[in-house]
């Protein structure tokens, strides 16, 4: 673009600018590169032929609704363009994670989370809605009365259909986090670089609040996965607040990992955990049949502990 100033001591204006899917695209990618770093798609890094690749690490980011997925260097750059090949299309790089089981999950709780969003804006225009009729109540009582009644019905379809996605979405969340017992290495580290598991754990808590669970009932939901990704994750002192839970709350079993009682043995933490067993001993309210297994838990962390 360029044009010629009126005022004669200013500059003519002269300059450019891009347009179209494919700056849309690196728009994107560049959003998600802080300073000193620099992140491509895979189609970008496959065509890469004079580069050095072992700077670039593979990296999955969120972006809006998409999960765009690519290969990121830090303060790592090349000399010359002619290294990254050929241009390819704009929407080459972006796709969702592998073709697994825990990748159907994820396709499906983007699905979920989707329909959740549309569920609220449609409650949130029908409420705008019966807010301004109701404001005018009283001299359209009687001609608008019908309509009322007709939008609180709707509203109310909207209410439970809303409720009902957020079960599906929360059921997703869980089996996400449950699949860490089952799932392989490779995707634990990915996950563990990209901190994607935070996002899904976090997301657990925020959805179970809203479908009316409070904090111990989620994680008693989650325990054994819960449990998993923190000690994976170098973070016991989290996995032995959800063994508290666990202990508090399940009546048949209690998963005593040995690496979790003794990160708990040295940090004075397994007297707590007794106590909490003891309790609900004392309480009668362990099964009968039960009863046996939890006294051995007890005896088992004692001699832990030492006494």
């Not at 290969?71 to 090949?85: A, M, Q």
């Not at 994750?233 to 508290?244: H, I, T, W």
């Amino acid at each position: 673009m360029h044009g010629l100033e009126s005022n004669e001591e200013k500059e003519d204006e002269f300059d450019f600018v891009w347009v179209g899917s494919a700056t849309n695209h690196a728009s994107k990618y560049a959003d998600l590169a802080t300073g000193g770093t620099v992140f491509i798609s895979d189609a970008c890094y496959a065509d890469i032929r004079t580069i050095d690749k072992s700077a670039w690490e593979k990296k999955a980011c969120n972006k809006g609704d998409l999960i765009l997925k690519g290969y990121l260097c830090y303060h790592k750059y090349s000399e010359n363009i002619d290294g990254f090949g050929e241009a390819v299309y704009s929407d080459a790089g972006v796709s969702m994670l592998g073709d697994d089981a825990l990748t159907e999950a994820i396709h499906e709780l983007e699905k979920q989370y989707n329909k959740l969003i549309i569920r609220e804006r449609e409650i949130a225009v029908k409420e705008s809605e019966l807010e301004r009729l109701n404001s005018n109540l009283q001299t359209r009582v009687n001609t608008m009365s019908d309509k009322i009644d007709e939008l609180s019905e709707e509203n109310i379809k909207l209410s439970d259909n809303l409720k009902n996605d957020r079960a599906k979405y929360y059921d997703c969340l869980l089996k996400i986090i449950g699949s860490w017992h089952c799932s392989s290495n490779q995707y634990k580290e990915r996950f563990k670089k990209d901190d994607a598991w935070r996002f899904y754990i976090n997301e657990a808590y925020t959805v179970g609040k809203k479908l009316g669970y409070s904090h111990d009932q989620v994680t008693s939901r989650n325990d054994c996965g819960l449990i998993e990704i923190y000690m994976y994750m170098d973070e016991p002192e989290k996995a032995f607040d959800v063994l508290l839970i666990m202990a508090k709350n399940n009546n048949y079993w209690i998963n005593l990992r040995d690496d979790v009682l003794t990160w708990a043995k040295n940090n004075y933490k397994l007297t707590i955990l007794i106590d909490v067993i003891e309790k609900r001993l004392d309480r009668y309210e362990i099964p009968v049949n039960e009863r046996q297994e939890f006294y051995g838990y007890v005896q088992k962390l004692k001699i832990i502990r030492g006494y």
